[in-house]
T-cell receptor, first 118, second 107 residues
Framework: GAVVSQHPSRVICKSGTSVKIECRSL??????MFWYRQFPKKSLMLMATSNEGSKATYEQGVEKDKFLINHASLTLSTLTVTSAHPEDSSFYICSAVGQGVLGGNTIYFGEGSWLTVV | GEDVEQSLFLSVREGDSSVINCTYT??????LYWYKQEPGAGLQLLTY?????DMKQDQRLTVLLNKKDKHLSLRIADTQTGDSAIYFCAENTPLVFGKGTRLSVIA
């Protein structure tokens, strides 16, 4: 079945540095990928919609200059947290739109990435 | 390990009730969630329930939780064509999602 791989699963970075998280669709092409963030004990929040070959669409309140999204190919989208601060520490999860088992589109999730900024 | 199971497909007639079921494995889950994804859109949080509750109602939505059987359900009353979407249940933090149930509403 379709698999979405996210890397790294856990990362610790120093305050002020940048960190990149990758989201790959392993056996299908995904023209659309989504990036979510989950705060502790909170539900998932959609950050942005990533479309291959074009600029990402950010949700209201998400800083596009801070959370850089690049969807350079049909199997890879990256999220770069720039100038990270401790409040950026969170769980980030991506998803990709692919072909469902019953036809039509369905969504597959990555395993998520824990970011800790110290 | 954590695993969330859902049926893949549900078809109902407009005006009928829809019931989407989900089973989960992590009994320590504090929150359980239902998300909706419309075609081409990102995930929307529909509702959630605390693990110490049995039922939560929010307008047309009713969530039932059976902790003993680790079973969660979402009932949509008076289902409309606009309810056609994929519905995901999810447990725990970080979120573990089911594969989603595709709801098709027939006019």
């Amino acid at each position: 079945g379709a698999v979405v791989s996210q890397h790294p699963s856990r990362v610790i970075c120093k305050s002020g540095t940048s960190v990149k998280i990758e989201c790959r669709s392993l056996d299908f092409q995904a023209t659309t990928m989504f990036w979510y963030r989950q705060f502790p004990k909170k539900s998932l929040m959609l950050m942005a919609t990533s479309n291959e070959g074009s600029k990402a669409t950010y949700e209201q309140g998400v800083e596009k200059d801070k959370f850089l999204i690049n969807h350079a190919s049909l199997t890879l989208s990256t999220l770069t947290v720039t100038s990270a601060h401790p409040e950026d520490s969170s769980f980030y999860i991506c998803s990709a739109v692919g072909q469902g088992v019953l036809g039509g589109n369905t969504i597959y999730f990555g395993e998520g990435s824990w970011l800790t900024v110290v | 390990g954590e695993d969330v199971e859902q049926s893949l497909f549900l078809s109902v007639r407009e005006g009928d009730s829809s019931v989407i079921n989900c089973t989960y494995t992590d009994s320590s889950s504090t929150y359980l969630y239902w998300y909706k994804q419309e075609p081409g859109a990102g995930l929307q949080l529909l509702t959630y329930i605390f693990s110490n509750m049995d039922m939560k109602q929010d307008q047309r939505l009713t969530v039932l939780l059976n902790k003993k059987d680790k079973h969660l359900s979402l009932r949509i009353a008076d289902t409309q064509t606009g309810d056609s979407a994929i519905y995901f249940c999810a447990e725990n933090t970080p979120l573990v999602f089911g594969k989603g149930t595709r709801l098709s509403v027939i006019a």
